[in-house]
Antibody
């Protein structure tokens, strides 16, 4: 069974940093592109970032470009999101998700971790 | 950038009724790049449909997707109690993904 477990969320002051982790199990992690998607309280879904299987290609939404960095450690089956210069508008539940094998969608999701940016 | 607009915002229906949800793109898009998700309160999204019309593994056949170009539809043929939720469409384009704003299907 595919499992994705996020951790690392919490309360951080504006301008601060946080690193999220997503531990993957139940599948060959190194063969799947991975994603971060966030959802502000009471709002819809927003794609944040993507990373290729090797980690050699990364992509970001304009709203986080230059502040967030996605990475992965295939030896540890773990996906990361380093978040710097955090703003109040980054407050959200952050989900990690796996790419659907041959399609352009996200077929498995973690339960999410809440990041709150507030003074 | 292709924008997805979902309608209606809220759909009030009774169990057993048919639900028709719309997702309209601001520009024509490849139907291979259109997906649908279901989300219940406090839960992660659930993958329903990919390639506009293909059901994901384990999704009941009362869920169906259709459409092409700029107009896409998710149909739930007969609503079950567990189907009341928020539904999002999603598109892929040039290494980025965008979601619609969602349609809430609520019990009438």
């Amino acid at each position: 069974e595919v499992q994705l477990l996020e951790s690392g969320g919490g309360l951080v002051q504006p301008g601060g940093s946080l690193r999220l982790s997503c531990a993957a199990s139940g599948f060959t992690f190194s063969t799947y592109a991975m994603y971060w998607v966030r959802q502000a309280p009471g709002k819809g879904l927003e794609w944040v970032s993507s990373i290729s299987t090797s980690g050699g290609s990364t992509y970001y939404a304009d709203s986080v470009k230059g502040r967030f960095t996605i990475s992965r450690d295939n030896s540890k089956n773990t996906l990361y999101l380093q978040m710097n210069s955090l703003r109040a508008e980054d407050t959200a539940v952050y989900f990690c998700a796996r790419k659907c094998g041959d399609c352009y969608s996200f077929d498995s999701w973690g339960q999410g971790t809440l990041v709150t940016v507030s003074s | 950038e292709i924008v997805l607009t979902q309608s209606p915002g809220t759909l009030s229906l009774s169990p057993g009724e048919r639900a028709t949800l719309s997702c309209r793109a601001s520009q024509s898009l490849n139907s291979n790049y259109l997906a649908w998700y279901q989300q219940k309160p406090g839960q992660a999204p659930r993958f329903l449909i990919f390639g506009a019309s293909s059901r994901a593994t384990g999704i009941p056949d009362r869920f169906s997707g259709s459409g092409s170009g700029t107009d896409f539809t998710l149909t739930i043929s007969r609503l079950e109690p567990e189907d009341f939720a928020v539904y999002y469409c999603q598109r892929y384009d040039s290494s980025s993904w965008t979601f619609g704003q969602g349609t809430k299907v609520e019990i009438k």
